[in-house]
């Protein structure tokens, strides 16, 4: 079982529909990160979440510790969202790299 | 623009070929990282430097060779690939506590013939 699930795997929607993207992990974290990659390669990170909530523009990150779980919210979609959204823990204190879902691929259409 | 610096963009190379990947930044991270990462594949780890020394080895095989010559640079010397090590190879630099977010390059597209 992969530590990391994300779903949906695929999620198509309508410009101005409020997406949601769901992580859950099974190992103990020092931090959750939400990262963002399109097509052509760089990833750009989104959030990095250790409690509570984050907002940025339109997208806002939440963490439950207890459940394990957190989620990735985008309200008011816009096309230049299409892109692959990956949710990533670090397990460690120090510099031990990420271990990654397999990232939820969005496709937001006009 | 991405803060971490990768070059090339793209590379093809022969299966004899010697050849190396670059990466640079310049904000002052003391750890650094190499990410292979196949088609429609979540990024594998390959390598941490940490404070320009290897901390971690993801039992990678020997004809990919890390370097890290300064604080600001990472190497990644590749030789004798296989056409199976086709990949986009990701960079990525962190300050060195946990929970610091990581900052990736663009990443070089490479293709071993």
């Known amino acids: 079982k992969n530590e990391v699930e994300q779903s949906p795997q695929n999620l198509t929607a309508q410009e101005g529909e409020f997406i949601t993207i769901n992580c859950s992990y099974s190992v103990g974290i020092s931090a959750l990160h939400w990262l963002q990659q399109h097509p052509g390669g760089g990833i750009v990170s989104l959030f990095m979440?250790?409690?509570g909530k984050k907002k940025h523009g339109r997208l806002i990150a939440t963490i439950n510790i207890q459940e394990k779980h957190s989620s990735l919210h985008i309200t008011a979609s816009h096309p230049r969202d299409s892109a692959v959204y990956i949710c990533a823990v670090s397990t460690g204190g120090g510099a031990d790299g990420l271990t990654f879902g397999k990232g939820t691929h969005l496709i937001i259409q006009p | 623009d991405t803060e971490v610096t990768q070059t090339p963009k793209h590379l093809v190379m022969g299966m004899t070929n010697k050849k190396s990947l670059k990466c640079e930044q310049h904000?002052?991270?003391?750890?650094m990282y190499w990410y292979k990462q196949k088609a429609k594949k979540p990024p594998e780890l390959m390598f941490v430097y940490s404070y320009e020394k290897l901390s971690i080895n993801e039992s990678v095989p020997s004809r990919f060779s890390p370097e890290c010559p300064n604080s600001s640079l990472l190497n990644l010397h590749l030789h004798a690939l296989q056409p199976e090590d086709s990949a986009l190879y990701l960079c990525?630099?962190?300050?060195?506590?946990?929970?610091?977010?990581?900052?990736f390059g663009n990443g070089t597209r490479l293709t071993v013939t």
């Open positions: 990525a630099s962190s300050q060195m506590n946990g929970n610091s977010p990581l900052h």
């Open positions: 979440l250790s409690s």
């Open positions: 904000m002052g991270h003391r750890a």
